[in-house]
């Protein structure tokens, strides 16, 4: 049979996981010095943990995992007999795949809770897997890296992950627009439309904007039993530019008026901040995720066509559904797969990277093969990255694979070279060629 791999997943060659490894530091870098500490979560999780948090959409892009054994075993045979899935989930499948890295969060904090510190800042940096349909930038089993905090109501969080937003994003020298909104303006809206109870559905349709455009939208809401006034009622507010501008048509709802309240104070605290990216107010930014009560981030690449690279928001319930009441926690992540997708088309990983191989060795016989090999000694001690070819073959076979590598320096060692205690050193890019000692070569280097 054919190996293959599942649809929506990747292999990754050295040089990807290399690329890959300079996101993640540069990411954990700066998490690290907004003062977050990091933490790890189990692939797996309770199904109870999981469903009920994302939205129906949600629920149905859950990998689910089967019971051990004879799953069957305990089936429910009524279920099975009528092909009813959601019946007979429950009963053949307890555990699923982490779809984020938000929830398990909150059942660590609850689970934890007396054993930590809050306000509690933690990152996490681990794969998690959507039954989507796989498209560009889009898979079934991808990265994301999270900083949260949780156990403080201050909204000077909201302006810190607004700043770790743009500080990343300056260090890898990708441009992005990072856009702000309020789920409570959100809610405000479906309050003076007079769907307040269709709130849910409402914003589901809002999130799609950028895909399916104004006219997509005004359908959707449509087929979700929204009025044509309400719709239209709608489609004026998101129209809206600006925080003062908006404060009129909300007037009439508090909770529109508190999340208006709330996004002039985190731009306040952005008042004296000198962003590297634009930062910037859009009503239209919805979040589709059930559990965002309150500000919404969401990051988009400015040069290149492709899906949000980042998001996040507030959420004062998520501990509650497991059983801790009052805990407000805030968050974003970094969408890993797609910013690295991002950057591989707009040229931006280091051609000089700490992790590529600089020095290979290659030698003529068994004789200068052994002294090579106490040459590379040395230099590996002193912390270079350096190889040697395992064994004296043909000259033009070992110069191959150095190609290969994309070495930086070859240095051939042969008996003229362990008689002088000279050794060559070629630069593989412009082809120069010198005598020098092996300290020489690793002052060089180094």
Excluded: H
Aim: hydrophobic share 40%; charged share 30%; proline share 3%.
């Amino acid at each position: 049979m054919k190996p293959g791999i599942p649809k929506g997943t990747r292999d990754f060659n050295p040089d990807q996981v290399n690329k890959r490894n300079y996101i993640f530091d540069t990411i954990k870098k700066v998490f690290i010095k907004y003062g977050y500490q990091p933490i790890e979560t189990p692939t797996m999780e309770n199904l109870s943990t999981l469903t009920g948090k994302y939205g129906d959409e949600g629920d149905q892009l859950l990998f689910k995992v089967l019971n051990n054994g004879d799953f069957l075993g305990k089936a429910d045979i009524m279920a099975l007999d009528t092909r009813d899935s959601n019946k007979l989930i429950p009963s053949i499948s307890k555990r699923g795949l982490r779809y984020d890295l938000t929830v398990p969060f909150a059942r660590y904090v609850v689970m934890y809770q007396n054993d930590i510190s809050f306000p509690f800042k933690r990152y996490q940096i681990q794969p998690v897997w959507r039954a989507d349909r796989p498209q560009k930038g889009r898979y079934q089993e991808f990265y994301q890296c999270d900083v949260d905090v949780v156990g403080s109501d201050s909204l000077v969080y909201e302006a810190e992950l607004t700043q770790i937003y743009d500080e990343v994003f300056n260090e890898l020298k990708l441009p992005v627009l990072i856009k702000v909104n309020n789920r409570k303006i959100l809610a405000g809206i479906a309050e003076v439309a007079g769907i307040s109870e269709r709130f849910a559905a409402m914003t589901v349709a809002i999130d799609k904007l950028d895909k399916i455009g104004l006219e997509g939208v005004k359908k959707e809401l449509a087929n979700r039993r929204i009025s044509d006034e309400a719709i239209q009622q709608i489609v004026n507010i998101l129209e809206v530019k600006n925080l003062e501008d908006l404060k009129p048509l909300l007037e009439t709802s508090e909770t529109g008026r508190k999340g208006i309240a709330e996004l002039e104070e985190v731009f306040q605290y952005l008042d004296d901040y000198q962003a590297a990216n634009e930062i910037t107010f859009d009503i239209t930014l919805a979040r589709g995720l059930n559990y965002y009560t309150g500000c919404i981030f969401e990051v988009s690449a400015k040069d290149v066509e492709m899906g949000s690279i980042g998001g996040g928001g507030r959420y004062d319930d998520l501990t509650g559904v497991f059983g801790l009441k009052d805990v407000s926690g805030v968050g974003v992540s970094f969408g890993a797969e797609r910013i690295y997708d991002v950057m591989e088309e707009l040229g931006l990983f280091p051609q000089d990277d700490a992790v590529n191989l600089k020095l290979l060795f290659l030698s003529f016989d068994e004789k200068s093969f052994l002294y090579a090999w106490k040459q590379l000694v040395k230099v590996r001690a002193a912390g270079i990255n350096a190889e040697i070819y395992p064994e004296p073959v043909k000259m033009k076979k070992q110069m191959k694979y150095a190609n290969s590598r994309e070495v930086q320096y070859v240095s051939i060692v042969g008996s003229q070279e362990m008689e002088s205690g000279q050794l060559s050193l070629k630069d593989m890019a412009t082809g120069e060629q010198e005598m020098m000692t092996i300290d020489e070569i690793i002052e060089k280097l180094k």
